[in-house]
């Protein structure tokens, strides 16, 4: 099942997809689930198993069509801010080195920092170029992992049991602005910077999160190209290494790090520039589609 936060005469809702389809069936009308946004089932153990018991697409009941809505960020106001993971690829931690960015990677431990996110950007959306203050705006392909249920010091045998679904999250960075600083929350937050989508897919039915193709595509260009199960860290590692220690409550949204083929590691950069395309795709997900701003 894939989960879509919408608006349709100025009324924001969520509502559940099926793969193969261009339905969307509102929860609360179709499934009888008190749900008025995402988090009210992303949070509560009871929604998601009425939920489960729609895996299927409803008979009788005539569905909204995607284009007759408009799609917000599935979060678009995320539990505390993202959590992140930094060169969580090995191809993205030689190509952020050879470009002057050397990683606590280097240690053998897994990189995390935040991102704050005022609102996320839908897809569809547009992504602020922060002129006045940024000159080089980078994409970042990203697995996102929302956490359905509060996880502390969680085995990593039982990680997959807490997460909720997946989603596409572009983590755009200031690069900048990480350097100036010398670490990474100003240029990872800036408003506008978290564009999500398009859709959460049940883990149900994203199945293993490794092994699912990832890519970005800047004006038509195939820049970054890879998969899931290069991960350096992966979903369940992460769980249980970051529960170990900090409560992951639920509707926490996980971004597991970026492939090769960003902005920075080409010669020359090809930074992001006002008007771009950017197109962020995960098998089993779909495409987050967003353009730049002035």
Not at 138 to 148: A, N, R, T
Not at 181 to 195: R, T
Request: some cysteine.
């Amino acid at each position: 099942m894939r989960l879509y936060t919408v608006e349709k005469d100025g009324k924001r809702f969520v509502a559940a997809g099926y793969a193969g389809s261009e339905g969307l069936w509102p929860v609360k009308e179709c499934f009888g689930i008190e749900a008025d946004c995402m988090l009210d089932i992303v949070c509560c153990g009871e929604k998601q198993a009425q939920l489960a018991a729609f895996e299927t697409k409803p008979e009788g009941e005539a569905p909204l069509k995607l284009a007759d809505v408009t799609l917000c960020a599935p979060i678009p106001n995320p539990v505390g801010d993202v959590m992140c993971l930094g060169v969580n690829y090995y191809a993205h931690l030689v190509e952020s080195n050879k470009a002057g960015h050397v990683s606590l990677a280097q240690k053998g431990h897994t990189v995390y920092f935040s991102k704050r996110v005022n609102e996320a950007v839908a897809c569809g959306g547009v992504i602020p170029s922060h002129r006045d203050i940024c000159d080089r705006l980078d994409y970042e392909v990203e697995l996102g992992v929302v956490i359905g249920k509060d996880a502390v010091k969680v085995p990593r045998e039982d990680a997959q049991g807490c997460v909720f679904g997946y989603t596409i999250v572009n983590d755009i960075s200031a690069r900048n602005i990480q350097e100036e600083h010398k670490q990474w929350y100003f240029g990872k937050s800036l408003d506008g910077s978290c564009p999500m989508g398009p859709c959460i897919v049940t883990a149900a039915e994203f199945g293993d999160p490794a092994g699912h193709a990832i890519c970005s595509i800047i004006n038509g260009e195939l820049r970054q190209n890879s998969n899931t199960e290069l991960m350096m860290q992966d979903v369940p590692g992460l769980i249980a290494e970051l529960s170990s220690g900090v409560t992951l409550k639920a509707g926490t949204v996980i971004a597991t790090g970026t492939p090769a083929g960003v902005a920075m590691g080409m010669n020359p950069p090809k930074w992001l520039q006002p008007g771009d395309t950017v197109e962020c795709k995960i098998e089993g997900i779909g495409s987050l589609i967003n353009t730049i701003g002035e």
